[in-house]
C-alpha cells in the first residue's frame, strides 16, 4: 500500500476507544479543547474572585451577598474579612493568568492551530501532548484545594513576594501557599512539556512548501511564545521551588535573618515575569493579525516586519524585568537601564499596532463577530499599551506603582488585549472545532455588551491610580484622600458586576450552538489558512494527504482573481488543486 | 519509538519542509535542554548571587564539604558519560552486544553517583550540616539535590532503554532512541562539572 | 541530514583530557594560589571541561548551525541574570 493510500485509510477508519478519542487522547484537536472547556472553567473562578473583590472595594465593610454561605473565619457575619480579601485579589491573579489566559492563548490555540496551519498530521510529540494537558488537572486541582484549607489560600498577591511568602507566620497562611507553589511547579511542567511540542513541531513539521515566511502571523506568535515560555518559565519554577523550600525545610533564600535577599525573590520572579507578559500577549497579536486580514480581505500590511517585531519584542522582553521593581529601593543606575530598554520595547509594538492600521486602511471590511473582537484588541492594546509608557519612565512609576494605574494598564492590555483576541478567536474557530456555527446575532450582543461594560469598569481605574489609590487594599475610605474617590469605586463595582453578567451571554450562546448551532461548512469565513481546506472538524489526522503550500498567508483580494482569497494549497495556475 | 508510532501516519509521503537538519526527537530533547539551562540557571544564579552579591555569610566550603569523595564521584560520573557515547556509538554501527555493555556500565556509573551523593548527604545531615545551616546550606542541598534528583530520573530512563536494547529494539542501525537519553545523560555530567566547580571547589 | 558524515571523535582521548583538567581542578585547590587566580582558573577549567562534554559527547561540533543556535540561546540570558542582579545587589 502507497504512503498515500494507507494514509487515507488512516483517516477514514478511527477506530480509537472513547477514552482514547476524547478522555486520553493525543490528538492535538481534543487536547486544544480540552484546554478550552477547562480554562473556560477557571475564567468563571477568576470573574467570581474578581467579584468578591469588586463587592469589598464598591461596599466596604457590607456583606457580600451570599456572603452568608461563606464560613465565618473567611466572612464573619457575610463582610469578606481583610485577609479573605488579600485571598481574593491574590487568587483571582493566580487563576486568570496562569489558569484562564495562558491555558486559552496557548493550551487551545497552540494546540488546535499549529499542527493544522502548518499542514501536519499532528503534534511532534503527541503523547508528550496529552501529558502536557492532564498535567493542568493536578496543578488546578492544588490550586482550587488551597482555597478551602486551614489558614486560607495564598494571601501575597500572585507575585508571592517574599518575605510575606516565604515566612508563614507573616501571613498566617501556610498550607494555602504551599499549594500555591506546589501547583504552580506541576503547571510550569505541564507549560515546559506543552512549548517543546510547539517549537518542534514548528521547526521540523511543515508540510513542503511552508516556508518560515509562508507562516501565519498566529503560527509565529505561538512559536515565539513557547521560546519565551521555554526560557522563562523553568527560572519561576527554580524561585517557587526555593520558595517551598524556606516555607517548608527551613531554608534561607528569601529570609533576611540570616542572609537570604527577599529582593532576589523580586528580580528572579519578575525575569520570568516579564516575558510571562509577552506570552500573555502575543499569541494574542497573532490571532488578532489572522483574523483582521480576513475580515478585512486584505493581506497584512508588513508581514516581514510584524515578524521581526515580534522577535524583538521577545528579546528585549527579556531585559526589561526591573521596570516592575522600580520602587523596591533597586539599585538606581541598574534601574536607569531598565527604564530604557523599556521606553525602547514601545517601538516593535508600536509598529504592530501601525501594520494592524495599514492592513484596515481601504480594506473591504466585514463586521463579524470575530473581526468586531479583534478591533476592540487592537483599539484597547493601543490605550494599554500607551498607559505602559508613563510606567516606563521611572520618576513617573514611582508614583503610580502600586496603585490603580497600573491595575488599569493590566486589564486593558490582558483584557482588553488578550481576552479580546481570545473572544475573537473562539468565535472565529469554533466552527473548525465543533463543526457548528455560533450565533453572529448573540456574539454580536454580548461583544457590545462586553466592550461597553468592560471600558466602563477599567477606565475609570486610571483616575483612581492618579488620584492615589493603592492596590490591593481592602477599604480605601479609612484614608481621607481617598475618600472623594469612592464613588467611582461604586461606579466600577456596578459595571463589573453587568460585565460579568454579560458573559452568560456568551456562555448561552457556546454552549447552545454545540448542539443547535447551524452546521458549519469547511470554510465560512473564506479565509486562506491550511485549516479550513479540510472538514470541520478535520478527522483525525487532518489531512487525507499531505498539502503543498505554494503561497504566503495572506493572499486576499489579488488583483486580477475572481475569488477574493486565495487558499494558499492553490497552485500557481490559479487553478483549484 | 513514541514520535515514530504517532507523527506521519497521514501525509508526508513526500518530504517536509526543510526544518534545522536534524530528527524530531533530538531537536525535542534539545529544547527541553535549554529549559533545563534555564533551570539550572536560577539555582546555580542564586548561589552566585547570594554568595558574592550580597556579602552573606559563608563559609568556606572546603571546611564543611568532602572534596576527594566528590571529586572521585565526579569522575565517576564523567566515566559513564563516556560510556554513553560509546553506546551510542556502538548503536551507529549496529553493534549489538557492544551497546548493551556500555548501557549497562553508564546505568552503573549514574546509580554509583547518586549512591555516593546520597551518602554524603547522610554524612552532612549527621555532621549538622542541613538544608536550614544558613544560607550556604540552603543553597547547597537545593542545587544538589535536583542534580541528584535529574540524575536518578536519567539512571531510571537509562534502565528503562536498557531493557529496550536488550529487546533488540535499537537493532538494525535505529540509534535515535540511544542519542536521545545520552544528551540528556551528557547534560546531566555537563551540570555537574559546573556545579562541582562553584560549589565544592571555588 | 542525520548524524553527519563525520569521523567518529576519539571518546577516549576526550576522557583522558576531562581526567586531566579535573585533577588540575582538584590541585589548584590544594595548592592554595591566590584567591583571584584560584577563581579565574577553576572556572576556565570547569568551561574547559563543560564544552568537550558539549561539543564532543553531544556531537554539537558536528550538529546544523541552526541547532547551535537554539543550544546558544539561553546562555546570554543566564549571564544577563547574574551579571545584572549581582550589579543590583553590590552597587555601582
Given at each position: 500500500?502507497?504512503?498515500?493510500?494507507?494514509?487515507?485509510?488512516?483517516?477514514?477508519?478511527?477506530?480509537?476507544?472513547?477514552i482514547?478519542?476524547?478522555?486520553?487522547s493525543?490528538d492535538?484537536?481534543t487536547?486544544g479543547?480540552?484546554?478550552?472547556f477547562?480554562?473556560?472553567?477557571?475564567?468563571l473562578?477568576g470573574?467570581?474572585?474578581?467579584?468578591?473583590?469588586?463587592?469589598?472595594l464598591?461596599?466596604?465593610?457590607?456583606?457580600?451577598?451570599?456572603?452568608?454561605?461563606?464560613?465565618?473565619?473567611?466572612?464573619?457575619?457575610?463582610?469578606?474579612?481583610?485577609?479573605?480579601?488579600?485571598?481574593?485579589?491574590?487568587?483571582?491573579?493566580?487563576?486568570?493568568?496562569?489558569?484562564a489566559?495562558?491555558?486559552l492563548?496557548?493550551?487551545?490555540?497552540?494546540?488546535?492551530?499549529?499542527?493544522?496551519?502548518?499542514?501536519a498530521?499532528?503534534?511532534?510529540?503527541?503523547?508528550?501532548?496529552?501529558w502536557?494537558?492532564w498535567?493542568?488537572?493536578?496543578?488546578?486541582?492544588?490550586?482550587?484545594?488551597?482555597?478551602?484549607?486551614?489558614?486560607?489560600?495564598?494571601?501575597?498577591?500572585?507575585?508571592?513576594?517574599?518575605?510575606?511568602s516565604?515566612t508563614?507566620?507573616?501571613?498566617?497562611?501556610?498550607?494555602?501557599?504551599q499549594?500555591?507553589?506546589?501547583?504552580?511547579?506541576?503547571?510550569?511542567?505541564?507549560?515546559?512539556?506543552?512549548?517543546?511540542?510547539?517549537?518542534?513541531?514548528?521547526?521540523?513539521?511543515?508540510?513542503?512548501?511552508?516556508?518560515?515566511?509562508?507562516?501565519?502571523?498566529?503560527?509565529?506568535a505561538?512559536?515565539?511564545?513557547?521560546?519565551?515560555?521555554?526560557?522563562?518559565?523553568?527560572?519561576?519554577?527554580?524561585a517557587?521551588?526555593?520558595?517551598?523550600?524556606?516555607?517548608?525545610?527551613?531554608?534561607?533564600?528569601?529570609?533576611?535573618?540570616?542572609?537570604?535577599q527577599?529582593?532576589m525573590?523580586?528580580?528572579?520572579f519578575?525575569?520570568?515575569?516579564?516575558?510571562?507578559?509577552?506570552?500573555?500577549i502575543?499569541?494574542?497579536?497573532?490571532?488578532?493579525?489572522?483574523?483582521?486580514?480576513?475580515?478585512a480581505?486584505?493581506?497584512?500590511?508588513?508581514?516581514?516586519?510584524?515578524?521581526?517585531?515580534?522577535?524583538?519584542?521577545?528579546?528585549?522582553?527579556?531585559?526589561?524585568?526591573?521596570?516592575?521593581?522600580?520602587?523596591?529601593?533597586?539599585?538606581?543606575?541598574?534601574?536607569?537601564?531598565?527604564?530604557?530598554?523599556?521606553i525602547?520595547?514601545?517601538?516593535?509594538?508600536a509598529?504592530?499596532?501601525?501594520?494592524?492600521?495599514?492592513t484596515?486602511?481601504?480594506?473591504n471590511?466585514?463586521?463579524?463577530?470575530p473581526?468586531?473582537?479583534?478591533?476592540?484588541?487592537?483599539?484597547?492594546?493601543?490605550?494599554?499599551?500607551?498607559?505602559?509608557?508613563?510606567?516606563?519612565?521611572?520618576?513617573?512609576?514611582m508614583?503610580?506603582?502600586?496603585?490603580?494605574?497600573?491595575?488599569a494598564?493590566?486589564?486593558?492590555?490582558l483584557?482588553?488585549g488578550?481576552?479580546?483576541?481570545?473572544?475573537?478567536?473562539?468565535?472565529?474557530?469554533?466552527?473548525?472545532?465543533?463543526g457548528?456555527q455560533?450565533?453572529?446575532?448573540?456574539?454580536?450582543?454580548?461583544?457590545?455588551?462586553?466592550?461597553?461594560?468592560?471600558?466602563?469598569?477599567?477606565?475609570?481605574?486610571?483616575?483612581?491610580?492618579?488620584?492615589?489609590e493603592?492596590?490591593?487594599?481592602?477599604?480605601?475610605?479609612?484614608?481621607?484622600f481617598l475618600?472623594?474617590?469612592?464613588?467611582?469605586?461604586?461606579?466600577?463595582?456596578?459595571?463589573?458586576?453587568?460585565?460579568?453578567?454579560s458573559?452568560l451571554?456568551?456562555?448561552?450562546?457556546?454552549?447552545?450552538?454545540?448542539?443547535?448551532?447551524?452546521?458549519?461548512e469547511?470554510?465560512?469565513?473564506?479565509?486562506?489558512?491550511?485549516?479550513?481546506?479540510?472538514?470541520?472538524?478535520?478527522?483525525?489526522?487532518?489531512?487525507?494527504?499531505?498539502?503543498?503550500?505554494?503561497?504566503?498567508?495572506?493572499?486576499?483580494?489579488?488583483?486580477?482573481?475572481?475569488?477574493?482569497?486565495?487558499?494558499?494549497?492553490?497552485?500557481?495556475?490559479?487553478?483549484?488543486? | 519509538?513514541?514520535?515514530?508510532?504517532?507523527?506521519?501516519?497521514?501525509?508526508?509521503?513526500?518530504?517536509?519542509?526543510?526544518?534545522?537538519?536534524?530528527?524530531?526527537?533530538?531537536?525535542?530533547?534539545?529544547?527541553?535542554?535549554?529549559?533545563?539551562?534555564?533551570?539550572?540557571?536560577?539555582?546555580?544564579?542564586?548561589?552566585?548571587?547570594l554568595?558574592?552579591?550580597?556579602?552573606?555569610?559563608?563559609?568556606?566550603?572546603?571546611?564543611?564539604?568532602?572534596?576527594?569523595?566528590?571529586?572521585?564521584?565526579?569522575?565517576?560520573?564523567?566515566?559513564?558519560s563516556?560510556?554513553?557515547?560509546?553506546?551510542?556509538?556502538?548503536?551507529?554501527?549496529?553493534?549489538?552486544?557492544?551497546?548493551?555493555?556500555?548501557?549497562?556500565?553508564?546505568?552503573?556509573?549514574?546509580?554509583?553517583?547518586?549512591?555516593?551523593?546520597?551518602?554524603?548527604?547522610?554524612?552532612?545531615?549527621?555532621?549538622?550540616?542541613?538544608?536550614?545551616?544558613?544560607?550556604?546550606?540552603?543553597?547547597?542541598?537545593t542545587?544538589?539535590?535536583?542534580?541528584?534528583?535529574?540524575?536518578?530520573?536519567?539512571?531510571?530512563s537509562?534502565?528503562?532503554?536498557?531493557?529496550?536494547?536488550f529487546?533488540?529494539?535499537?537493532?538494525?542501525?535505529?540509534?535515535?532512541?540511544?542519542?536521545?537519553?545520552?544528551?540528556?545523560?551528557?547534560?546531566?555530567?555537563?551540570?555537574?562539572?559546573?556545579?562541582?566547580?562553584?560549589?565544592?571547589?571555588? | 541530514?542525520?548524524?553527519?558524515?563525520?569521523?567518529?571523535?576519539?571518546?577516549?582521548?576526550?576522557?583522558?583530557?576531562?581526567?586531566?583538567?579535573?585533577?588540575?581542578?582538584?590541585?589548584?585547590?590544594?595548592?592554595?594560589?591566590?584567591?583571584?587566580?584560584?577563581?579565574?582558573?577553576?572556572v576556565?577549567?570547569?568551561?574547559?571541561?563543560?564544552?568537550?562534554v558539549?561539543?564532543?559527547?553531544?556531537?554539537?561540533?558536528?550538529?546544523?548551525?541552526?541547532?547551535?543556535?537554539?543550544?546558544?540561546?539561553?546562555?546570554?540570558?543566564?549571564?544577563?541574570?547574574?551579571v545584572?542582579v549581582?550589579?543590583?545587589?553590590r552597587?555601582?
Amino acid at each position: 500500500m502507497t504512503a498515500h493510500a494507507e494514509a487515507v485509510a488512516h483517516a477514514a477508519h478511527d477506530d480509537r476507544s472513547f477514552i482514547r478519542k476524547y478522555v486520553f487522547s493525543t490528538d492535538h484537536k481534543t487536547i486544544g479543547i480540552q484546554f478550552l472547556f477547562l480554562s473556560l472553567f477557571f475564567l468563571l473562578v477568576g470573574g467570581l474572585l474578581a467579584m468578591g473583590i469588586r463587592w469589598q472595594l464598591g461596599f466596604p465593610g457590607q456583606a457580600m451577598p451570599l456572603g452568608g454561605w461563606l464560613p465565618q473565619s473567611v466572612a464573619p457575619g457575610g463582610v469578606v474579612a481583610p485577609k479573605t480579601y488579600n485571598s481574593l485579589v491574590t487568587m483571582h491573579g493566580t487563576f486568570m493568568i496562569f489558569f484562564a489566559v495562558m491555558p486559552l492563548l496557548v493550551g487551545v490555540f497552540a494546540n488546535y492551530l499549529i499542527p493544522l496551519k502548518i499542514g501536519a498530521p499532528d503534534m511532534a510529540f503527541p503523547r508528550l501532548n496529552m501529558w502536557s494537558f492532564w498535567l493542568m488537572i493536578p496543578s488546578g486541582g492544588l490550586m482550587l484545594a488551597s482555597l478551602f484549607v486551614l489558614g486560607g489560600s495564598s494571601a501575597a498577591g500572585w507575585t508571592v513576594y517574599a518575605p510575606l511568602s516565604a515566612t508563614p507566620d507573616y501571613s498566617g497562611v501556610h498550607l494555602g501557599q504551599q499549594l500555591w507553589c506546589l501547583s504552580i511547579v506541576i503547571f510550569g511542567l505541564s507549560s515546559l512539556l506543552g512549548s517543546v511540542n510547539y517549537i518542534t513541531t514548528v521547526v521540523n513539521l511543515r508540510a513542503p512548501g511552508m516556508t518560515w515566511f509562508r507562516l501565519p502571523l498566529s503560527v509565529w506568535a505561538l512559536f515565539i511564545t513557547a521560546v519565551l515560555a521555554i526560557l522563562a518559565v523553568p527560572i519561576l519554577a527554580g524561585a517557587v521551588i526555593m520558595l517551598l523550600f524556606d516555607q517548608t525545610i527551613g531554608t534561607h533564600f528569601f529570609q533576611p535573618d540570616v542572609g537570604g535577599q527577599p529582593l532576589m525573590w523580586q528580580h528572579l520572579f519578575w525575569f520570568f515575569g516579564h516575558p510571562e507578559v509577552y506570552i500573555l500577549i502575543l499569541p494574542a497579536m497573532g490571532i488578532a493579525s489572522d483574523i483582521i486580514a480576513n475580515g478585512a480581505r486584505k493581506p497584512i500590511f508588513g508581514y516581514s516586519s510584524m515578524v521581526y517585531a515580534m522577535i524583538a519584542i521577545a528579546f528585549l522582553g527579556f531585559v526589561v524585568w526591573g521596570h516592575h521593581m522600580f520602587q523596591s529601593g533597586m539599585n538606581p543606575t541598574l534601574a536607569s537601564t531598565f527604564m530604557v530598554s523599556t521606553i525602547v520595547i514601545a517601538v516593535p509594538s508600536a509598529i504592530k499596532v501601525f501594520n494592524w492600521l495599514g492592513t484596515l486602511w481601504r480594506g473591504n471590511i466585514h463586521f463579524t463577530t470575530p473581526m468586531l473582537n479583534a478591533l476592540a484588541f487592537v483599539s484597547m492594546f493601543i490605550i494599554g499599551g500607551l498607559s505602559g509608557i508613563f510606567m516606563a519612565s521611572t520618576p513617573v512609576d514611582m508614583y503610580i506603582h502600586g496603585t490603580y494605574f497600573i491595575v488599569a494598564h493590566i486589564h486593558y492590555v490582558l483584557f482588553g488585549g488578550s481576552l479580546f483576541a481570545v473572544f475573537a478567536g473562539i468565535y472565529f474557530w469554533y466552527p473548525k472545532m465543533f463543526g457548528r456555527q455560533m450565533s453572529e446575532r448573540w456574539g454580536k450582543v454580548h461583544f457590545a455588551l462586553t466592550f461597553v461594560f468592560y471600558n466602563l469598569t477599567f477606565f475609570p481605574m486610571h483616575i483612581l491610580g492618579i488620584g492615589g489609590e493603592m492596590r490591593r487594599i481592602y477599604d480605601p475610605t479609612v484614608y481621607d484622600f481617598l475618600r472623594p474617590l469612592q464613588p467611582i469605586n461604586v461606579f466600577i463595582t456596578i459595571n463589573a458586576f453587568l460585565l460579568g453578567l454579560s458573559q452568560l451571554v456568551f456562555a448561552a450562546n457556546f454552549i447552545g450552538s454545540l448542539f443547535k448551532g447551524e452546521k458549519a461548512e469547511r470554510n465560512p469565513w473564506r479565509d486562506t489558512g491550511l485549516e479550513w481546506t479540510t472538514a470541520s472538524p478535520p478527522p483525525h489526522g487532518n489531512f487525507a494527504e499531505t498539502p503543498h503550500v505554494y503561497h504566503g498567508p495572506y493572499e486576499y483580494s489579488v488583483p486580477g482573481m475572481d475569488d477574493d482569497f486565495l487558499p494558499v494549497t492553490t497552485p500557481p495556475t490559479g487553478r483549484a488543486a | 519509538m513514541t514520535a515514530h508510532a504517532a507523527a506521519p501516519s497521514v501525509g508526508h509521503a513526500a518530504p517536509a519542509q526543510g526544518g534545522v537538519g536534524v530528527y524530531t526527537q533530538k531537536v525535542g530533547m534539545w529544547v527541553f535542554l535549554v529549559s533545563e539551562v534555564m533551570f539550572f540557571t536560577a539555582l546555580i544564579g542564586s548561589y552566585i548571587i547570594l554568595r558574592w552579591g550580597t556579602g552573606a555569610q559563608w563559609p568556606d566550603p572546603r571546611t564543611v564539604l568532602a572534596i576527594p569523595i566528590t571529586a572521585l564521584n565526579t569522575f565517576i560520573l564523567i566515566c559513564s558519560s563516556v560510556s554513553m557515547v560509546k553506546a551510542y556509538a556502538a548503536a551507529t554501527r549496529d553493534d549489538q552486544a557492544g551497546l548493551k555493555k556500555w548501557l549497562l556500565l553508564t546505568v552503573l556509573g549514574g546509580a554509583t553517583f547518586v549512591s555516593v551523593q546520597a551518602y554524603e548527604y547522610h554524612h552532612l545531615i549527621e555532621k549538622g550540616f542541613l538544608p536550614s545551616s544558613g544560607v550556604f546550606g540552603s543553597a547547597f542541598y537545593t542545587m544538589t539535590g535536583f542534580h541528584g534528583f535529574h540524575v536518578t530520573c536519567g539512571v531510571i530512563s537509562m534502565i528503562w532503554v536498557t531493557v529496550r536494547a536488550f529487546r533488540g529494539r535499537y537493532a538494525g542501525g535505529n540509534y535515535r532512541g540511544v542519542e536521545t537519553i545520552g544528551l540528556y545523560w551528557h547534560f546531566v555530567d555537563l551540570v555537574w562539572i559546573i556545579l562541582f566547580t562553584i560549589v565544592y571547589l571555588i | 541530514m542525520e548524524a553527519a558524515e563525520h569521523k567518529a571523535p576519539n571518546y577516549i582521548a576526550i576522557w583522558g583530557m576531562l581526567a586531566i583538567l579535573t585533577v588540575v581542578e582538584v590541585a589548584i585547590v590544594y595548592f592554595r594560589l591566590p584567591r583571584r587566580l584560584t577563581v579565574v582558573s577553576l572556572v576556565f577549567l570547569a568551561l574547559w571541561k563543560a564544552l568537550l562534554v558539549a561539543l564532543y559527547f553531544m556531537h554539537l561540533r558536528f550538529e546544523p548551525k541552526r541547532l547551535l543556535y537554539i543550544v546558544l540561546a539561553p546562555l546570554p540570558l543566564a549571564l544577563i541574570l547574574v551579571v545584572a542582579v549581582m550589579h543590583g545587589f553590590r552597587g555601582p
